[in-house]
Structures are given as C-alpha cells and as structure tokens.
C-alpha cells in the first residue's frame, strides 16, 4: 500500500526568500509565487480556491490571506496589458492581411478573452503578494504583535 503525502511546497524556501532580520520581506519572489497562484510567503499552498477567490490562510503554512483588498486592480491590468498587446496586432493584422472582417473579429475577439481570462488570476495573485510583502492592509499585523 502507498502511503499519501499532503500537498508540499513545490518549491524550496531559500535564505533570501524569508523575511529579513529588519522584517522587510522581499518584493521579487513574493510577486513570482503571485504569478503562479501560490502562497506569497511560502510558495507552496495554493492562493486561489477557485477561479479569483483568495483563500482565508494557505494551507501549507497558514499565513492569513484574508486581508488581502485586490478589489479591480486585477482588472484595470488585464485591460491595460490586453488592450496595449491586442489594438496594435489588430492593425497591424488589417493593414498587412487584409482579412475578412467577420474573420478578423472572431480571431481578435477569441483571443481577447483567451488573454483575459489568463492573466486575471495572476494580476489578482501578484497584487495580493505586493500586499504581503509590503505589509499593507493588515498582512504585517501579527508580526508586530509577536515583537511587543
């Protein structure tokens, strides 16, 4: 019989990756594991519970998640990076091909939303694990806690 492991950490913890002596955490591996949907402190539990819903406290390591306040960051970027990427190939699509427009308007509209529904979630985990390792709205509360 094979015995089952709980989820570990698809990624090891390196020195540099854990909060410093002064208790800045740094920003760059925080923002990667955002990237990937995983828990900006530990980077092995999952952010996500479903498609944009933060959990309450990864599973891994238990850091609180709840003070996260992504509200529509996630979305101003994905309409700021979609829309810089898609309006330029789509006249430059035009101009060089000439295509039908019923043809052009499904590729570029399927294509659109294919690079939404991407890049929200990572937009959404990047801006939680900024949160985190800034220490805003809460994230840093309980370190300051246990120094007193």
């Known amino acids: 019989m094979t015995e089952t492991h709980i989820d570990a950490p698809t990624e090891s913890v390196r020195p540099s ?29 999952p952010m996500l519970k479903s498609y944009l819903k933060v959990r309450d406290e990864c599973p891994v ?41 019923l043809t052009l308007i499904a590729i570029f509209a399927t294509g ?3 690079l939404s529904l991407y890049l929200l979630p990572r937009f959404k985990g990047m801006i939680v694990a900024f949160q985190w390792a800034k ?14």
């Open 17 to 45: 990756q854990t909060p410093q002596a002064d208790g800045t955490r740094e920003l760059r591996p925080a923002l990667l594991r955002g990237w990937k949907r995983r828990c900006p402190a530990c980077g092995g539990g």
């Open 61 to 101: 390591c238990g850091e609180d998640l709840h003070h996260h306040r992504a509200d529509d960051g996630p979305a101003y970027l994905t309409i700021l990076v979609v829309g810089h990427l898609m309006a330029p190939l789509l006249g430059w699509v035009f101009i060089e091909f000439r295509p039908d427009p």
């Open 112 to 114: 659109t939303v294919a």
């Open 135 to 148: 220490r805003m709205h809460g994230f840093g509360e309980t370190d300051n806690r246990d120094k007193d």
